[in-house]
Every structure is written in structure tokens, then in C-alpha cells.
């Protein structure tokens, strides 16, 4: 059975907040430590700033790693983190590619399916009030999404195809004064893919978004206009 919040902060005699944060370094995944208490950081001012709970969204969640940062945002501030993945890895993780990793793989299927590492991770971190798992594919969610955003966490395939179908899909969500994080933005393309980088150029030079806070490779912005054509 998963710790309930105050089995899992007694377990290691730790406060609440300093044991997610051990639960999201022992996750599996790709999220640097300061890269992901930046993102905790980011997505608890968005949630200080909307006294009526504020709505939080994560597009791309492979084992769960970064939910437990936005998780933890969410539950200090009241905030619901929604956390959207189709569960079947991103390009650069199938067979053949640097980031493959077996222990993924699921059996019967010959899949990758990371669903059940990321129930694992969020049901050992106890934070099911606080976290709404989406199954499904993300430019299909978001094409029937209506809530305004206050903020979005991209950090899904990065490949050009799926990494421009989720800015596309999700960042016209993105209230004013609120939030959009991208992760994976690498101005040297020696250090990295080149979509993440492409779409945080395309948000500044829209005029709709304003550099709010990087670190390492995650980049934090907040939008300042409407999107084009809801002005």
C-alpha cells in the first residue's frame, strides 16, 4: 500500500516537503535536481497566485519524476497538477535511441509503457489528491481542453511533429499573467535537440510571452498577451 503524506514525511523523520523532494530524486527519469526545484518553484508561484485554485498542467510525465516536483507545488498551494502522457515514450526513447531503457519495455506488448512506474511514483509519493493522471494523446486533449491554464510544463516528445502539436496545442490555454515552462531548451546544438529551443524563440518572439526564470536547460515564461486571435 502507498504512504499516506504523513507515513511517507514520518518514514525518513523528514518534513512533508523535504520528502517528496527525496521521493523525486529516487524517480526514474531525466530531470536534474536544480532543474526540478525550479520547476517546483515556478509552479508554486503559479499556484500562490490564484487564491481559487489554480490549475496546473504537465505535458509529458514518463515515470513520473517531474510530477512529484509539480505535485509538490500543487499540494502546498491547494492546486490541482494535471499530468497528460500517452505512456508509450517519446521517439528518442524507443529501441536503438540513447535514452531506451528496458525496464520500460512491457512484456506482453513488446511497448514501452511507463503508466505503471508513474502510478508507482505518484501513489508512493501520496499525492493522489493532488495529481489527475490523462492517459491519451496531447494535441487530442488539448483540442477539447477549456480551463484556463496558470501553468503549463512542456516537456514531451522532441521530436519537431510532437514538441510543436503540444506548444501549439497547449500554450493558447496559458491565462494572462500566468505561466509557461520548456524544458530541454538548448541554444548550442551540440548540447541538445533543437525543437524545445525553437518553440521558447517562437513564444518570445509571438510578444505574447516575456522571460520570467531559467535554470539549466528549463526555461520559464509568463504571458503578457492574449494569444493571436483572442485579443
Not at 515552462?181 to 518570445?204: C, K, N, Q, S
Request: charged share 20%.
Amino acid at each position: 500500500m502507498p504512504d499516506s503524506p504523513s507515513t511517507a514525511s514520518s518514514a525518513s523523520g523528514s518534513s512533508r516537503p523535504e520528502a517528496l523532494l527525496d521521493l523525486a530524486r529516487a524517480a526514474k527519469g531525466f530531470m536534474p535536481d536544480d532543474e526540478g526545484l525550479a520547476l517546483r518553484d515556478a509552479a508554486t508561484r503559479a499556484g500562490a497566485a490564484n487564491a481559487a485554485g489554480a490549475t496546473l498542467m504537465e505535458i509529458g510525465a514518463w515515470c513520473g519524476k517531474s510530477t512529484v516536483y509539480l505535485g509538490a507545488a500543487a499540494e502546498a498551494t491547494g492546486a490541482v497538477l494535471f499530468s497528460i502522457d500517452h505512456h508509450h515514450g517519446s521517439e528518442e526513447n524507443q529501441p536503438g535511441w540513447d535514452h531506451h531503457d528496458d525496464a520500460v519495455v512491457d512484456a506482453p506488448s513488446g511497448r514501452i509503457d511507463t503508466l505503471p512506474f508513474w502510478r508507482r511514483t505518484v501513489d508512493g509519493a501520496g499525492l493522489g489528491g493532488s495529481v489527475v493522471g490523462m492517459v491519451g494523446d496531447s494535441p487530442t486533449i488539448a483540442a477539447h481542453w477549456r480551463t484556463p491554464l496558470d501553468f503549463c510544463f512542456i516537456d514531451g516528445g522532441h521530436g519537431a511533429e510532437p514538441a510543436w502539436a503540444d506548444f501549439r496545442g497547449w500554450s493558447p490555454h496559458v491565462a494572462i499573467d500566468r505561466w509557461l515552462a520548456i524544458h530541454d531548451v538548448f541554444p548550442d546544438p551540440a548540447d541538445g535537440g533543437r525543437p524545445p529551443y525553437e518553440l521558447w524563440t517562437a513564444a518570445m518572439a509571438s510578444g505574447e510571452f516575456v522571460e520570467d526564470g531559467e535554470c539549466g536547460s528549463l526555461r520559464v515564461l509568463r504571458r503578457v498577451a492574449a494569444p493571436a486571435g483572442v485579443r
